[in-house]
T-cell receptor, first 113, second 116 residues
């Protein structure tokens, strides 16, 4: 089976730092994605981790620990435009369909001025 | 970057009619396309995986006779919602897979379906 957990909602202040956690349980694992989605729009790619460690890309960083089934997305210097849903997704290779990506329910991030 | 388009962007139809949604990869060939459905304030739920030239693979609980998927070429997949009902109203999003190190999926802009 597959299970991806992340907080439903979070609130942070403009200019601050926020960390969105994601834990997963899948029978196969071939990488973890983070996507950003604004209301009414399609998701946009933020990051991809397949090896343990931290991947940094500008204000956004993503961390993965495969042994713990854990990842986080770190957003620095928050801006109002960062108010969106953040989707944790796992590429599941358990059924020999290695392109299949399963999404968590998403974390709605609210940025306060 | 890879661009995926969807048409139409929104559609309103009467209950009982069928609606076709197109998904195109504009600047690359996608061997695999995925169809998702998203209800308000919910995450994306994978409906089916579409491979060019073969039958789509549907997720558990998705009626293949109701959601017809055709992937006739490496750049086009279509989803037809047959005999649509109000409960089918949702945001339908396709994505196209690009083989490579990241096996990243590129998403289309989505189609908002409202069934009256």
């Amino acid at each position: 089976g597959q299970n991806i957990d992340q907080p439903t909602e979070m609130t942070a202040t403009e200019g601050a730092i926020v960390q969105i956690n994601c834990t997963y349980q899948t029978s196969g694992f071939n990488g973890l994605f983070w996507y950003q989605q604004h209301a009414g729009e399609a998701p946009t790619f933020l990051s991809y981790n397949v090896l343990d460690g931290l991947e940094e890309k500008g204000r956004f960083s993503s961390f993965l620990s495969r042994s713990k089934g854990y990842s986080y997305l770190l957003l620095k210097e928050l801006q109002m435009k960062d108010s969106a849903s953040y989707l944790c997704a796992v590429r599941d290779g358990s059924e020999n369909r290695d392109d299949k990506i399963i999404f968590g329910k998403g974390t709605r991030l609210h940025i306060l001025p | 970057g890879a661009v995926v388009s969807q048409h139409p962007s929104w559609v309103i139809c009467k209950s009982g009619t069928s609606v076709k949604i197109e998904c195109r990869s504009l600047d690359f060939q996608a061997t695999t396309m995925f169809w998702y459905r998203q209800f308000p304030k919910q995450s994306l739920m994978l409906m089916a995986t579409s491979n060019e030239g073969s039958k789509a693979t549907y997720e558990q609980g998705v009626e293949k006779d109701k959601f017809l998927i055709n992937h006739a070429s490496l750049t086009l997949s279509t989803l037809t919602v047959t005999s649509a009902h109000p409960e089918d109203s949702s945001f339908y999003i396709c994505s196209a897979g690009v083989r490579g190190l990241k096996n990243e999926q590129f998403f289309g802009p989505g189609t908002r379906l409202t069934v009256l």
